[in-house]
């Protein structure tokens, strides 16, 4: 599989942006997908997952009630819709596919990464 990531861009804190993860292959609704981001400094960290079907979603409490993770598999595309963003949020969010959406050693297939920058 691979995974192309799109959307990322500067906004304002309290603004809205939505990444896209473009996948190639017909196998793309056999994996759980997920969106990592890093910040400058930092390790990747998870921040939202959803199972192969779409049924069950998983996010990080710093995510938690702004952002939402969802997928078309007729389109092989994921997406992540953040919402009241702040400038924590600052980072390179990468896609990523693997087994299971509760567990982020499972995935083994990353897209680039897309810059997302908040300003205050």
């Known amino acids: 599989v691979q995974l192309q990531a799109s959307g ?5 804190a309290g603004g809205s942006l939505r990444l896209s993860c473009a996948a190639s292959g017909r196998t793309f609704n056999t994996y759980a997908m997920a969106w990592f981001r890093q910040a400058p400094g930092k390790e990747r960290a ?4 959803i199972s192969w079907s779409g049924g069950s979603t998983y996010y990080a409490d710093s995510v938690k009630g702004r952002f939402t993770i969802s997928r078309d598999n ?3 595309t994921m997406y ?4 009241n963003l702040k400038p924590e949020d600052t980072a390179v969010y990468y896609c990523a596919a693997g087994d299971s959406p509760t567990t982020s050693e499972s995935f083994y297939y990353w897209g680039q990464g897309t810059q997302v920058t908040v300003s205050s």
């Open 80 to 83: 992540l819709q953040m919402n």
């Open 74 to 76: 007729a389109k092989n």
């Open 46 to 49: 998870f921040v939202a997952a």
């Open 8 to 12: 990322g861009g500067w906004v304002q």
